[in-house]
């Protein structure tokens, strides 16, 4: 109980019996991956599998919290630290394969600004949550919270900041050291957040790290990040407010003035989306384009069988070798700050 205590920062006892008698159950959620397509084109699609083998969807089946306490949550790896492509969980496409995103018919890689190569953390996003197209309440305190729309909801209007949220999955990075793969899904500690304007829409970028990480017990809120790893919040910020320049693109601006929002503020954003979520899996709210095709969710709408899943699966191109990456691809680009 003492090892316990001391990974998770627990100074209660009873909270850290709490996650022992849970965390080995987050042992048993494992998930596969099957690519289909040829990867760095439009044509790879990465579906995901439960222990079973089962298809599932990355988006719905996937349950938010890791352990039922709700001291960990899973993350769905889309990009891996130091590569560029910018993969993403497919919203509008049945099971939600993660593909590649597309722009005037090409597949899309992110710069590489110096001093940096590609995404500086891998990133993802949280299942089970949906980014309501509305905007959060940037210039208030933490005071008023729980007035903040976190399903990033493209029609509602935040009073405060006239920003609407871009209608995705709530985003993660993850600190962590190792390098994982496109389709992982692993468990986190949430640390913080930050407030992304992402082209006039809202959109959260929740700071965590990986339960596996040999330091995970020295990270516990966002100040910890910048004790153990300095520089690192800086470079966050940099990186999403220049990310798109050598595209063309205005600098992004940041909400709170690009203060980071500490592990509390980004837990109440995290259940204000996942109720959401709700809302539409449930089919109480309108999804749009979003497609909530999923096998687990047995009082959705939306639920299908193992075997429409499977169909789905397999009607996609099967799996062929990527081509070689092109140079452009790994070309710095050095702005003026």
């Keep these: 109980m003492r090892a316990v205590r001391w990974l998770f920062g627990l100074a209660n006892r009873t909270e850290a019996e709490g996650l022992a008698r849970h965390y080995g159950k987050r042992m048993y959620h494992r998930y596969g991956k099957e690519e289909r397509g040829q990867p760095r084109t439009p044509s790879h699609l990465v579906y995901l599998k ?13 349950p938010l919290y890791a352990v039922i306490d709700k001291a960990l949550l899973n993350m769905v790896v889309e990009v891996p630290r130091w590569s560029n492509a910018k993969m993403e969980i497919a919203t509008e496409v049945p ?3 993660i593909k590649q995103d ?16 590609g995404y500086i953390w891998n990133y993802g996003a949280l299942p089970q949550m949906r980014a309501q197209v509305g905007a959060i309440c940037l210039l208030l305190s933490p005071m008023v919270l729980g007035a903040a729309w976190t399903w990033e909801d493209p ?3 935040d009073s405060f900041t006239n920003h609407y949220g871009d209608n995705d999955p709530i985003d993660v990075c993850d600190i962590g050291s190792k390098v994982c793969s496109c389709g992982d899904v692993i468990q986190v500690k949430v640390l913080g957040a930050l407030a992304l304007i992402d ?3 809202m959109d959260w970028k929740i700071i965590a790290i990986n339960l596996e990480d040999p330091d995970a017990r020295m990270f516990n809120d966002i100040n910890d990040v910048r004790k153990y790893k300095p520089g690192y919040l800086e470079a966050t910020v940099d990186w999403f407010k220049l990310y798109k320049i050598p595209d063309g693109k205005l600098e992004n601006q940041l909400g709170f003035n690009g203060e980071f929002k500490n592990r ?3 837990i109440g954003v995290i259940k204000s989306t996942h109720q959401n979520w709700n809302d539409l899996i449930s089919q109480k709210t309108d999804g749009g384009n979003i497609n909530c095709k999923n096998v687990s969710i047995q ?10 899943a499977e169909s789905i699966v397999h009607s996609a191109p099967e799996y062929v070798q990527p081509n070689r990456i092109q140079d452009e691809v790994n070309k710095w680009y050095f702005l003026n700050k």
């Design 102 to 117: 597309i722009k005037n018919g090409n597949v899309r890689y992110v710069a590489n600004i110096f001093p940096h190569k």
């Design 95 to 97: 099971l939600n394969p």
């Design 50 to 62: 439960n222990s079973d083998g089962v298809y599932i969807s990355p988006f719905h089946d996937i």
């Design 199 to 201: 082209e006039g829409e």
């Design 155 to 157: 029609h509602h209007q």
């Design 264 to 266: 509390d503020f980004a």
């Design 299 to 308: 009082y959705s709408p939306f639920h299908c069988s193992r075997k429409e």
